[in-house]
Nanobody, 123 residues
Framework: QVQLVESGGGSVQSGGSLTLSCAAS????????MGWFREAPGKEREGIAV???????MYADSVKGRFTISLDNIKSTVDLQMRSLKPEDTAMYYC??????????????????WGQGTQVTVS
């Protein structure tokens, strides 16, 4: 089982930027679909950025144009660059992996391996 550990969360003012990183260790790393998800208080967990390792990157409409997912196969990391942050981006952010090759890629139900999460607060 691949272990996923997120880092880089914190507090930032509206309009600011943060980069989250997910480090994968153990097992086979990026032969799986990798994604970033978030869960705000009182809301369901939502998929926001996915790289399905077939050259297809997908984003939720709420973050399109502001967030960028990038994989580094040498470092075994998955980064999420976040720009123009808004208070509604405040949430716990999770990295996850999935063996799916068909999706639905932005659905949390397709993912079976999760990190512990990192908090992002935008004020």
């Amino acid at each position: 089982q691949v272990q996923l550990v997120e880092s880089g969360g914190g507090s930032v003012q509206s309009g600011g930027s943060l980069t989250l990183s997910c480090a994968a260790s153990g097992g086979t790393h990026f032969t799986y679909c990798m994604g970033w998800f978030r869960e705000a208080p009182g809301k369901e967990r939502e998929g926001i950025a996915v790289d399905n390792l077939f050259g297809r990157v997908m984003y939720a409409d709420s973050v399109k144009g502001r967030f960028t997912i990038s994989l580094d196969n040498i470092k075994s990391t998955v980064d999420l660059q976040m720009r123009s942050l808004k208070p509604e981006d405040t949430a716990m952010y999770y990295c996850a992996s999935s063996p799916t090759t068909t999706g639905p890629f932005l659905s949390p139900s397709a993912y079976n391996n999760w990190g512990q999460g990192t908090q992002v607060t935008v004020s």
